[in-house]
């Protein structure tokens, strides 16, 4: 088998996915940086209703259990394994981001679910095919053993299926051992998210391997949630349309914004091709970006959270 570590860059994508702190030590700065994107999520999480962590622990439960089960089937397998680590081998550093990506903004979806006054349509993007979901699930897998042990992986790949399967295990009577509680369940899911969150960004804003992808650019709102915005009548004169100035006359079929803003139907569909926010507020509809969307998001958990982006209570 090759050898992998000759031919990707794993050290420089385990440090992005680690945030950069496997290794030496941390000034306090750095620490409380990497610290705060679990202090946002778990600030955000404390403010929802006992009902509410407790249909979210179930759902999360779920999601874990079923990628669990992936896992266990790809790891018993040494054909299965092989095909998927060839699979993570053979795809391009952009598109290995690209996955890491699509994970997060999956478990963003959920985590966000009790936060939106009103819910997105389904974002299709955050489906993953079999192959892909397996990969995605086994590079995280990779990344979560190097922290673990920063030396377990320096070995030929061929032996790199044992080494995961003792790995996943203890893992697995870990958990089941303290049983389904909320911060069992939750908790791991929540650092995975933080740890995929600072990979993404990581690699975005340093240009390594983002695919050139820009964080803060324009993009358009998704077909979805074009398509599922109501028409409401007019009731009373004199509203104006901000993008054309005009009168919105009583009686006439409009279109209303999540945020309750009304605009012509033949004003507002042009403007959200090439823009998800509303022209009046800037409240952002969801898009078909990935790491737009990512953003859109995240910043719903950093308003529902008392912790500001720096870590710091407000």
């Known amino acids: 088998m090759v050898h992998f570590l000759r031919h990707l860059p794993w050290s420089w994508l385990w440090d992005k996915y680690e945030g950069e702190s496997g290794h030496g030590e941390e000034e306090d700065g750095q620490i409380k940086g990497q610290n705060s994107t679990e202090a946002i999520i778990m600030s955000a999480l404390s403010t929802l209703s006992a009902t509410q962590i ?9 999601i874990l259990r079923y990628h669990h089960l992936r896992l266990s089937s790809l790891l018993s397998s040494p054909t299965i394994f092989a095909h998927t680590l060839h699979h993570l081998h053979s795809i391009s550093l952009p598109h290995k981001t690209l996955l890491i990506a699509r994970h997060l903004l999956s478990t963003l979806h959920h985590l966000t679910r009790f936060f939106q006054s009103t819910v997105p349509p389904p974002y ?20 979560q053993l190097r922290q673990h042990d920063p030396q377990a992986l320096e070995t030929c790949p061929s ?10 295990s203890k893992t697995m009577l870990s958990l089941s051992g303290t049983g389904a509680t909320s911060g069992a369940v939750l908790i791991p899911y929540i650092e995975v998210a933080a740890r995929c969150r600072r990979f993404v960004g990581a690699v975005l804003s340093g240009g390594g391997g983002g695919g050139g992808e820009k964080l803060g650019r324009e993009v358009g709102a998704s077909t979805a949630s074009v398509v599922a915005l109501p028409s409401v009548e007019v009731s009373d004169g004199g509203v104006e349309c901000v993008i054309c100035k005009e009168e919105m006359r009583q009686g006439r079929d409009v279109c209303e914004l999540p945020c309750e803003h009304l605009f012509h139907w033949m004003c507002i569909l042009p403007w959200l ?27 719903v958990v950093v308003k529902s959270s008392s912790v500001n982006p720096h870590g710091e209570c407000t």
């Open 159 to 168: 032996e790199w299926r044992t080494i995961l399967c003792t790995h996943f």
């Open 54 to 62: 407790s249909h979210l622990t179930r759902c999360v439960y779920s």
């Open 273 to 299: 091709v090439k823009r998800n926010t509303c022209p009046c507020c800037r409240f952002q509809l969801p898009s078909d970006d990935v790491f737009a969307e990512i953003e859109r998001l995240w910043d």
């Open 124 to 143: 299709s993007r955050t489906s993953l095919k079999l192959r892909d979901l397996d990969a995605v699930l086994l590079l995280l897998l990779l990344c």
